[in-house]
DNA sequence: CATTAAAAGACTGAAAAGGTCTTGTTTATA
DNA sequence: TATAAACAAGACCTTTTCAGTCTTTTAATG
């Protein structure tokens, strides 16, 4: 219910894994699946993601590969989640209206799951890749 | 993946449904289950967690049904969301060993998101089922 | 002793998550 | 220009989790 799925901790180690090489390159997934035990075909589905995002871009044909798309200070935690699996937002929304459907406003318990979210969202927006390779 | 789930929306709306009564009372799950609109086997499921959790006492047998335990001040969002769905703290631990086994540490990955949770947190245990029954 | 309600836990169906496979397209280079 | 390496796109499959049901048992009360 609130873990950090799959996808997104590999995403998180694949752009990590740019980070932390000696010069900038472009890098074939095949080389970051191997080194980073991804599985190749699942870590190529999360990159076209990642790719859509604007968060890297790709270089096709022989010796091709993976690039960052910006800086790795201006890539936060939260772009990868909310890229990866879809905006914190959405987990907030209410069911009970489809049994009493009188207001259409997020209701009392929502709103302060939302409050939490937020607190979340904050902290996750704060934290770059970079800063996390480096740690 | 970061949704509150039906499990916890329905136990708050239950919790909720003791607090807006005009007086204190020994409810059954059959009259909250048709007044909120909330499977009444589902209901009574997630009626014995939170009893085993403290949060709620049962008397059995006929005109029997379920009482809070301690006055819904002291009855927290975080409370509930832990007691049905487990430990949010078990949401941070990583997969990576599975493969490198050097270290057992938490990655810098998951340390982040642990500031984060713990954040959220604070916000869901600063939240009583009074105040969100007031709102 | 019939009725009503909780207690406990096995069971099931649907949906989501995690992962694979296939069939392209692109492009450097031998 | 054929080939091999790599991305592109999406169908497909498998496993796990979620949501909900069903059955049997225990207990209280009129």
Same mark, same amino acid.
């Given at each position: 219910?609130? /873990?950090?799925?799959?996808?997104?901790?590999?995403?998180?180690?694949?752009?990590?894994?740019?980070? &932390?090489? #000696? $010069? $900038? /390159? +472009?890098?074939?997934?095949?080389? *970051?699946?191997?080194?980073?035990? *991804?599985?190749?075909?699942?870590?190529?589905?999360?990159?076209? +993601?990642?790719?859509?995002?604007?968060?890297? =871009? &790709?270089? /096709?044909?022989?010796?091709?590969?993976? *690039?960052?798309?910006? &800086? #790795?200070?201006?890539?936060?935690?939260? !772009? *990868?989640?909310?890229?990866?699996?879809?905006?914190? &937002?959405?987990?907030?929304?209410?069911?009970?209206?489809?049994?009493? =459907?009188?207001?259409? $406003?997020?209701?009392?318990?929502? @709103?302060?799951?939302?409050?939490?979210?937020?607190?979340?969202? !904050?902290?996750?927006? @704060?934290?770059?890749?970079? $800063?996390?390779? /480096?740690?």
């Amino acid at each position: 219910m609130l /873990r950090l799925s799959r996808g997104v901790e590999y995403a998180m180690r694949g752009l990590i894994y740019f980070v &932390s090489q #000696p $010069e $900038e /390159r +472009v890098i074939p997934l095949s080389e *970051i699946s191997e080194s980073e035990c *991804i599985p190749k075909s699942f870590l190529v589905k999360i990159f076209q +993601v990642l790719l859509k995002r604007g968060i890297v =871009k &790709s270089v /096709r044909g022989l010796d091709g590969g993976f *690039i960052l798309a910006k &800086s #790795p200070r201006n890539i936060n935690l939260l !772009d *990868i989640i909310e890229g990866i699996d879809g905006p914190l &937002s959405a987990f907030y929304d209410c069911h009970r209206d489809s049994c009493k =459907k009188e207001d259409n $406003e997020i209701c009392p318990i929502h @709103n302060a799951y939302k409050e939490g979210i937020d607190k979340l969202s !904050d902290v996750l927006r @704060n934290h770059s890749i970079e $800063e996390i390779a /480096r740690t």
